[in-house]
C-alpha cells in the first residue's frame, strides 16, 4: 500500500492505539495535520503549545497510557520543552511530534528552524530526527517503546517537512508495520538481583524502626497493591512522597503522610529516626532529604529503583535492586517468608508508639477564621475535599496551595493526584486537568491553582470550553506568588520584592466567563459551601471559582532551606487554639 509520509504518520499513531492527540498546527507539520480529517484519533486544538504538552502529561499521568503531542517547527517546538523537560523529571510516558524545516534547508537558519533536538537532548529520554519517509514506522514503533519501558519518560521525534508533504517525491512510501523492535543496547532491567533481594528481606526482618519511602515509581509500576501486600505482611509504616499521594490509602493505619519539605512532622520525623528506609521507587530527592549530611543518619538503606543511575546516585543502598518495583516487591515477599516470614520481626511496639504519639501531638494544623477576615486555604481545600467523590482526580499548580492540596486531600486511590514535581512547574494545573478528564471523562477532575499560576495557561480554559471538556478550577487567590512571599517573610526580613499580583487585576470571575465557563467569586467561609456543590452539578463546561485567600497563611510543617530534617518548624499556632 502507498502512503505519503503525512498518511503513515497517522496511520502509525493509530497502530499504537492513539485515541487523543493534543497539538497547534503550523506551516512544517502542517501536512500531517491533513489525514486527521480521516481518521478516528481525536485532535484538540490547544491555545499554546506548552498546554499541548502539559494536557499529554495529564492524560498519562491519569491513565497510565503515553501522551501524545504534535507541533510545528521553532517557535512551537520550544514551547514544548518545558513540558518535556516536566515529564523528563518526573518520568511520564509521551511522544511529542514536532514538525522541522525540509531536509535541504537543515542547518541553513531556514524560517523557523530550530535544532530541537540538540535542545532537547537533556530533557528527553530519547529523540529522533527522521530524514526518510520509509523510517518514519518504524520511528514511531520505537519511540512508544522506548517512553513506556523501563523508567517512562518523553521521546521527540522531529520531522522534516518535505518527507510528509504529499506533493514532494520524497515523501511516497510504501506502508509497513515493523513487528518488533530492536534497539541494541536498549535492554530495561525489570527482575531484580536474588541475592540483593534476600539481603533487602534479612534487612526487614532485622529492623526495629523501619520505614517504607514510597516514590513516584510505584505508581508508574503499578505496583500499588504489592505495596499495601509488603506493608501489612510485615506492619511496615509507609511515606508517600509528592509524587506518590495515592500510592498507598491515606486512611490506612500504617500511612503515615507525605515527608519533605512541606511533610507532615511524623512523615519526616519517621525517616529521620529510622534504622531502614526501604526506598522504592523514590530517589532520594533534596526536598525530601534536606541537608543531605543530617538524613536519617542511623538509617540502613533499600533502594529498589528501574534506572540503575539512581542506586547510589544520592545515598548509597546497603542492598540496591535494579528492577521494576511491582516484580521486585513481588519476590521481595516469597524472599521474606522463606527466611521465616513476619514472625521472626523484632517486638517494634514501642516504634509504633513512637509514631502514634507524633501522629497525636503534631497533626496538621491552622487557626480558623475570624469574622471579616479573608478565607483560609486550608479550610477551601478540607471543605473540597469533603464534597467530592473518593476518586476525584486532583491536577495543581506548584508553590503554596499545591503543599496544602498535598497534605489536606486525602488520597485513597492511585491515579487521582496529578502535579508538577520535580521540575515544579508554574501553570501546571489547568492543562493537565484537562488532558486528565479527557483520559478519564468518567472521572470528576478538580484543578487547584494558585492565582500566579492561572496566569500562566489559563487561556486553556478556552480549548477546554469549545472542546466541552468540564474541568473545575479552584483558585486560591491570595494576591500573592504565595511561596515566594512565605520566603521573604521567613528569610529575608519581610522584604517583598516583586511578589504582589492584586486580588482584583485580572477579574477572574470575568475572564473566566470570556473563555466560556462559568465563573464564580467568594469571599466569606459562609458561601464555600454552595459554590462548590453548584460547581459539582456542572457537567456541560469547565468552571472557575476565585477563593479570595488570606496572604498571611504560611504552609506548615517546613524544613527551612539548607537545614537538616531534625530542624522542622511547625505550626505555631499547634496547641493555641490551632486546628
Known sequence: MKLDGGQALIKSLEMEGVETIFGLPGGAILPVYDPIIDSPIRHILVRHEQGAGHMAEGYAHATGRPGVAMVTSGPGATNIVTPLADAFMDSVPMVVITGQVPTSSLGTDAFQEADITGITMGVTKHNFLVTEAADIPRTIREAFHIATTGRPGPVLVDIPKDIVDPNNPRSAMDWYWPDAVDLPGYHPVTMGDPAMIRRAAELILASERPVIYAGGGILKARAAEALRALAERCELPVVTTLMARGAFPDDHSLCLGMPGMHGNYTAVTAMQQSDLLIALGSRF????????????????????????????????PDAGIAGDCRLVIEELLVAIAELGGPETQPDRSAWRSTLSGWQETFPLSYEMNEPGELLKPQFVLETLRDSTPEDCIVASGVGQHQMWTSQYWKFNHPYTWINSGGLGTMGFAVPAAIGAKVGRPDRMVWAIDGDGCFQMTAQELVTAASERIPVKIAILNNAYLGMVRQWQEMFYEERYSEVYLSPDLPDYKMWAEAMGCIGMRVESPEEVQPAIDKANEIDDRPVVIDFRTDAREKVYPMVPPGKANSEIVVDPALGQGGR
Request: net charge negative; no cysteine; hydrophobic share 40%.
Open 285 to 316: 530527592d533534596d526536598r525530601v532529604t534536606g541537608r543531605l549530611d543530617g538524613f536519617a543518619p542511623d538509617a540502613k538503606i533499600i533502594h529498589v529503583d528501574i534506572d540503575p543511575a539512581e542506586l547510589g546516585k544520592v545515598r548509597q
